[in-house]
Structures are given as structure tokens and as C-alpha cells.
């Protein structure tokens, strides 16, 4: 029998041993569906990079500005960052409690009542989470068994595809098409069947910026309980609506607040992305069974950012209209500079991102275009079919995404470079 520590002496005495093993490692796992979920793993098996990071390392190489990922250039609130400071300071740098802490429960059950008139109880109805990605996961992978199906709009948040198929699930879609880019609902009557076990709806949607109005919504609720699926709404641009549009949660219509996940954060309402201070507010049931799953992902997370993001969740009414009309004003002169180059541009009703057309300008395959828009004019997108799964791609093919939560000056200067497009 061979053994380690034969060999160990056979190799003994040599300067240059021979390599002791030459097995090729398996790297087998559930990484490959969720990479395939998330459609960044080639029919070879090849693992792609995301066309995000391709992008971003293109913005860096190039010196264009990326307006590529959704990140705001500009911190949150000085006062809720010196919340944290302060936090720190004081000593909340342990453990907190598995469902976050009190005070951060406490705000988000205050701010869910005053913006939706809903009333939570904050110690079983509501769980603090790193970021709603966190809170994405732990649903999906706490209420999913395999072969369970999740129907969700497409293009679609990556993290969706991902977290389905880790999860071992079947990912359903229904298309939001151009040029509005909203549901077509018979189509969504067909997706939902005895199968669904999650309808997960966006909204406002990342990444066309679509806001569902309340004639979805209750078709929403409506196929939930005629299938008894449960819903699962992300809300994490809750407040980043524009034009008088209402963002209605889904979990405010009749009959669906017992069967509804609502998933929001402090990343984007406060331009803190990267503080991952997020939550979920659900009936105690479900709050329970996701809460015995996300306890294996982070366990906790965010000790001294929880308070900070309790301030920002109290600031007055004021503070959250700003944000969303700063935002808009920033939408309208992304919007006109991308006009004005030859796009065809969509109108976001939220979130951060507009979609604009580069078939007028004589492009038809965005990929491409998004390679060479650098190039041409010193701006980075990301094409809308990175959104998109392989077979649905021919109706996304010419579409970029823009992100306009940057300084006014960026998109300024975006805006001009962009009209190098028409020379
Ligand atoms: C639709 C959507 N959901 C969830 C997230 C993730 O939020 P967080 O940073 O709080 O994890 C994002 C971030 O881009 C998003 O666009």
C-alpha cells in the first residue's frame, strides 16, 4: 500500500522532488446552478465573468464613467453616518440579536405604519438581514422545495436566477417588453400554476425602473391564493418613485399580507450600499421558517450600522420626497443627454436605472455596443440582456442600461460625451 508517508520518504534527500500528487481537483457543487441561474455559466461549462465586472474593469481602463453599476458616487446622510461612528464608539461591536436589534425592528415597523398604513408586530413580524440579498436568499432557499417553480418578471435582479436554482427550484418568467415595459397579464395568469410555490415580484424593478399598479398587484394576490403560493416582494427602491407614481406594496391589498414576504434595505432609500443593512416583515410563520435559514448564512450582521439605519428609517417625510425628487431631476437630464445622442430612451416611473435604445443609432446588438461605447464616448452601460436569459434575448438585444444615481456633474458630463454619438 502506498501511503503519504511512504512517499514522504521516497522523496527524501532529492532537491527537486517530483510533485507528490498530479490528480486533477473536482470542483463539483451547487455553485454551478447557481452560476447557471444566473446565466454566467457557458453550455461548455465555462464560468463567465458578469458582464458588470467586465464593465466596471472597462470604465477603469479606460478612464469613461460608469454608469454602469447601480451604486450612488455620493454618501448617505452625514448624521446617519455619524449615527454609526457613534455606535462604534459606544460599543455595539458584538454580536446582536439574531433578529437585529430592537431599535431597528422597532423603526422599520414605525416607518412601514406611517408610508402604508401597516401595523407589525416588531419582535415576530419583521427580521433584520445582511442587505436584501440576505433576506432574498434565506426566502427563497427556506421556502423552496426542488421543482417548486418561482415566476418572476424578465428581464430579471441576477441574484433571483441564482438563488432559485440553488435552492433547486424551476424559474418561470413572465416578459416585461419595450417600450413600457410592463406585464401583459394574461400572460401572467398563464405563468402561475399548481406548480408556483413563490410568485416574486420587484417593484420599482431593477432593471427597467416599471412600478406595478394596483390591477397587478391584486392579480398578484388573486393567483397567490388560487394556487396558495406565497408572494415575495422586493421593495428596495421603495422610495424612489417619480411623476406622483405610488409605490403601493404588494402587502398592503386585501388578503395579502398573510401570505407575503416584503424585502427592503437601507442601500438605496439612504445611498449606504454598502453598509448590507437590510430586512425582510412577514407573518410570524414565515418569519420563523426563514429566520432557521438565514441564522446559517450570517447569523447577524451590522452591530453599529442597525442603529444608524433606525435614524435614517425616522427622518420626516421630507427626506424621503427629496430623495426621490433629486433622483428624477437626475433621471431628466440622463434622460435628455441620451435623447439628444439618438437613443431611443425609456421613462422610469423608479429606481435607478433608465433604458435607452442604441438601434436608431444603427446598433442592434448592445454587447457590442456596451464594448465600444468607451471607446466612442467615454461612458459605460450594461446591455439589458445581461437581464435576460438566452431565449428571450431577442427582444432585449439593443437595450442598455444607464444608471443615473451619480452626481449631477457625472451625468453632465456624461450627457455631453454621449452627444459625440451624432458626429
Ligand atoms: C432589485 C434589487 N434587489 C436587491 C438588491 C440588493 O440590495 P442590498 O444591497 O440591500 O443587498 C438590489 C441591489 O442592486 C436590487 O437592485
Not at 442587505?131 to 415566476?151: C, K, N, S, W, Y
Not at 444608524?308 to 433629486?326: E, K, N, V
Request: with cysteine; proline share 6%; hydrophobic share 45%.
Amino acid at each position: 500500500m502506498t501511503t503519504a508517508a511512504h512517499q514522504v520518504g521516497r522523496t527524501q534527500g532529492k532537491l527537486h522532488p517530483e510533485p507528490r500528487y498530479r490528480d486533477p481537483m473536482t470542483v463539483s457543487g451547487a455553485w454551478a446552478r447557481a452560476a447557471r441561474g444566473a446565466m454566467l455559466l457557458a453550455d461548455d461549462g465555462a464560468l463567465r465573468p458578469t458582464i458588470f465586472a467586465e464593465m466596471t474593469a472597462l470604465a477603469a481602463s479606460t478612464g469613461a464613467i460608469n454608469l454602469g453599476q447601480g451604486f450612488p458616487d455620493e454618501d448617505g446622510p452625514q448624521q446617519v453616518r455619524d449615527a454609526a461612528k457613534l455606535a462604534i464608539d459606544s460599543g455595539a461591536n458584538q454580536y446582536p440579536p439574531g433578529r437585529g436589534i430592537p431599535e431597528l425592528r422597532e423603526a422599520i415597523a414605525r416607518h412601514q405604519h406611517r408610508f402604508y398604513g401597516l401595523e407589525l408586530d416588531a419582535d415576530r413580524e419583521v427580521l433584520v438581514t445582511a442587505g436584501a440579498t440576505e433576506a432574498i436568499a434565506a426566502t427563497l432557499l427556506g421556502l423552496l422545495e426542488p421543482g417548486d417553480e418561482v415566476v418572476t418578471f424578465e428581464p430579471f435582479y441576477d441574484s433571483y436566477g441564482a438563488m432559485i436554482a440553488l435552492a433547486g427550484g424551476v424559474h418561470v418568467t413572465v416578459p416585461l417588453r419595450a417600450p413600457d415595459f410592463t406585464p401583459d397579464l394574461d400572460e401572467l395568469r398563464d405563468a402561475v400554476t399548481s406548480r408556483t410555490r413563490i410568485i416574486l415580484i420587484n417593484s420599482p424593478h431593477n432593471p427597467t425602473g416599471t412600478v406595478l399598479d394596483r390591477s397587478t398587484l391584486e392579480l398578484v394576490v388573486e393567483l397567490a391564493h388560487q394556487h396558495d403560493a406565497i408572494i415575495v416582494a422586493d421593495e428596495v427602491y421603495e422610495h424612489l418613485t417619480f411623476d406622483g407614481v405610488e409605490h403601493i406594496p404588494v402587502s398592503s391589498l386585501p388578503g395579502a399580507r398573510e401570505r407575503t414576504v416584503t424585502i427592503s434595505s437601507g442601500a438605496k432609500t439612504f445611498s449606504l450600499t454598502g453598509w448590507k443593512i437590510g430586512w425582510l416583515i412577514a407573518p410570524r410563520e414565515l418569519v420563523d421558517a426563514i429566520l432557521s435559514v438565514k441564522q446559517f448564512l450570517t447569523y447577524v450582521n451590522g452591530a453599529p450600522f442597525q442603529p444608524a439605519i433606525a435614524l435614517g428609517l425616522s427622518f420626516p417625510d421630507s427626506f424621503f420626497a427629496d430623495a426621490a425628487s433629486t433622483l428624477a431631476t437626475k433621471r431628466d437630464l440622463l434622460g435628455a443627454g441620451l435623447r439628444r445622442a439618438g437613443f431611443e430612451v425609456s421613462r422610469p416611473s423608479g429606481s435607478y436605472f433608465i433604458l435607452a435604445d442604441a438601434a436608431p443609432l444603427g446598433f442592434d446588438d448592445a454587447v457590442e455596443f456596451c464594448r465600444r461605447l468607451p471607446e466612442l464616448a467615454g461612458v459605460v452601460g450594461i446591455p439589458l440582456t445581461a437581464f435576460v436569459r438566452p431565449e428571450r434575448h431577442a427582444a432585449f438585444r439593443s437595450l442598455v442600461r444607464f444608471a443615473f444615481c451619480k452626481r449631477t456633474d457625472v451625468l453632465e458630463r456624461a450627457a455631453v460625451q454621449l452627444a459625440d454619438l451624432r458626429r
